[in-house]
């Protein structure tokens, strides 16, 4: 797997272009250069036999000249036997033989020993033939029985068309293509050599080009891994050079927009996450990508992932109705979280707005959660309100115009009927009176126009004169009364009047509701955080569990018939809270149906005075 990795890499290539280039050229060269030096050979080896036999003819022709008109005898054949010497002494070529022949072909002196049987015979070679027709330069290749490859040439002997014989050579070719063998052998072993130098070279070579690919490529998959803080070492300004410093710069830029994006990406997160809306995203397919916490809140998915899932299975909603309103014109609809008989549910206002792309086409949706329960719950207590208002106000104005009617119709002539209806509307204004000015001054304590003027006050005084203005209603309805102050309380920092009313409120409905024989304890203590804490409990008649959490509301009563026939307003409750709030404060009250009520506020004991509220 190794080397077919490394023949597809691009180190592997370079070498192997580089090899087969220096290759193809040698063999190109090669081939030029052994045809063209076997011509040259060849041509020279064969200029060199065709001068010798011109030569030769020369000679020979001087000696058959001098012998042609005289009569065979011992002359003539010292004469062909000089021929003879010179052929063997003078002409001497490795490896040929040489054949000196008359005008008939017959052979005259040969200058291979071995051959010298053939002298006197004729010689009837197509090359000899043409030679003893007078053409020059006769040559042929030829390769003999023992495969030797020879070279034959022939001269006419004389001139014109007075041929006296030929000269014939008949030369071994091996020694000139033994040194050609030599010369590609040679060849060859530099082409080895150049082929092994170009590996090395191109190794080398390549090592430049692909080195600083390799760490490029290293580096980009480092960056692809998240890590940026390496750099490719630029060794020159060439193109790999270029690039080097190219893909620095775009690591840099790549590490900006990178490092930008998870900022922006972590204060979008940010953003989502301290929203007190709810979000949720979407793809086009209705699955969600992007929730904040607050819209698992809302939703009372607790901290599970909803990464993935469908929108509609959330929302409780079909894919239909939602398509609706993503597209219709009522962007907005209202749903209901958990179990509203329990208590524990939760009005949700969900707008919907489809993400669109650069083509008018939507790429999904996000939906904004709103959470309207207390916004309801304000609306129906606004509404309440209202109606508690109008209601208390309504029955002393009816009592009143029915008893003026009746004084109009003729009762103001009876004074004693006269004066009781007269009574009767007065306690019906006085009525109406406090209702009034427990509104304006609710009014004061919810705009923080009321001033807190805070004055040191002696708690175990201000307890003390609290139950003596009780005293009568206490001693009709025999109920007994006991004060508890711890002894470290002394003077602290209040608003007297203020937290006279608090008190006269506690005070005033614990002997309403507590039966005649009752008791009633006022404790002043401090608590652990060393605030003042006083607490007024009786063993009254209490209040039932499920009106605990709104009987500090206005104008609630717990029993409404029989509170407003006690002259309660349904507002001392909710006066008290805002004073304690008003004092820096919290209040809480405590009951048990037939068994009592205790109710408690904290102070904190040092406050600055004139502090606005």
Do not use: C
Request: aromatic share 4%; no cysteine; charged share 25%.
């Amino acid at each position: 797997m190794r080397g077919i990795r490394f023949f597809q890499t691009i180190q592997s290539k370079i070498i192997i272009i580089y090899v087969l280039l220096i290759l193809m050229a040698m063999q190109l060269i090669g081939v030029y250069f052994v045809r063209t030096m076997e011509r040259s050979f060849i041509d020279n080896f064969t200029d060199s036999l065709n001068k010798q036999a011109y030569l030769l003819a020369r000679f020979a022709e001087t000696f058959m000249n001098e012998n042609q008109d005289v009569a065979e005898g011992d002359e003539g054949k010292k004469s062909y036997s000089g021929l003879n010497e010179i052929v063997n002494n003078l002409f001497v070529i490795s490896d040929a033989e040489i054949q000196i022949l008359d005008a008939n072909g017959i052979v005259l002196t040969t200058s291979v020993l071995s051959q010298a049987s053939r002298i006197g015979q004729k010689n009837l070679q197509a090359e000899v033939i043409s030679a003893l027709q007078g053409i020059e330069d006769i040559e042929s290749e030829t390769i003999d029985s023992d495969g030797v490859r020879r070279k034959i040439v022939a001269q006419p002997i004389g001139e014109g068309t007075k041929v006296l014989g030929a000269v014939y050579i008949s030369a071994s070719m091996e020694p000139l293509y033994g040194t050609m063998n030599r010369i590609n052998q040679i060849f060859l072993s530099g082409t080895i050599i150049a082929l092994v130098l170009t590996v090395l070279l191109g190794v080398i070579l390549s090592h430049t080009i692909t080195n600083p690919i390799k760490e490029i490529t290293r580096q980009a998959t480092a960056m692809a891994d998240g890590n940026f803080n390496q750099r490719v070492s630029v060794k020159g300004p060439d193109e790999i050079g270029q690039l080097g410093n190219a893909f620095n710069h775009m690591t840099n830029r790549l590490k900006e927009a990178l490092s930008l994006n998870e900022e922006e990406k972590e204060k979008l997160a940010s953003v989502l996450s301290n929203m007190n809306d709810g979000v949720i995203a979407t793809d086009e397919h209705g699955k969600v990508i992007v929730a904040n916490r607050q819209a698992k809140r809302m939703l009372q998915l607790g901290e599970q992932d909803i990464t993935g899932r469908d929108i509609s299975d959330i929302l409780g909603m079909t894919e239909e109705q939602i398509r609706e309103y993503v597209q219709g014109k009522t962007s907005s609809v209202t749903i209901q979280v958990g179990n509203a008989d329990e208590g524990d549910s939760t009005k949700i206002r969900i707008v919907f707005t489809p993400i669109l792309r650069r083509g008018e086409t939507t790429s999904g949706t996000i939906a904004m959660l709103q959470d309207i329960t207390d916004q309801e719950k304000l609306e129906d207590a606004r509404r309440e309100f209202v109606a508690n208002v109008s209601h208390e106000l309504r029955t002393p104005l009816t009592t009143m115009k029915s008893y003026l009617e009746a004084l109009d119709d003729g009762a103001i002539e009876d004074p004693s009927l006269a004066h009781r209806f007269v009574g009767v509307m007065r306690n019906e204004t006085e009525r109406m009176i406090r209702l009034v000015n427990d509104l304006l001054h609710l009014s004061r304590l919810d705009s923080r126009k009321a001033m807190i003027s805070k004055v040191p006050t002696n708690v175990a005084d201000m307890l003390e004169e609290v139950a003596d203005r009780f005293s009568f209603q206490l001693d009709q309805k025999s109920i007994s009364i006991q004060l508890i102050v711890e002894r470290d309380i002394g003077e602290v920092l209040l608003d007297r009047d203020q937290i006279d009313q608090v008190l006269d409120n506690l005070v005033s409905n614990s002997i309403k509701y507590t039966p005649e024989g009752g008791a009633i304890v006022v404790r002043a203590r401090k608590t652990e955080r060393d605030w003042l804490e006083i607490s007024v409990q009786d063993n009254g008649i209490g209040i039932p569990r499920k009106d605990l959490s709104r009987i500090f509301d206005r104008f609630y009563r717990v029993d409404k018939a029989r509170s407003r026939n006690m002259g309660g307003t349904g507002l001392g409750l909710s006066i008290a809270r805002e004073i304690v709030k008003a004092h820096g404060g919290s209040i809480s009250l405590d009951s048990e149906l037939n068994k009592g009520t205790r109710v408690a506020f904290t102070l904190p004991v040092q406050q600055t005075e004139g502090e606005a509220v």
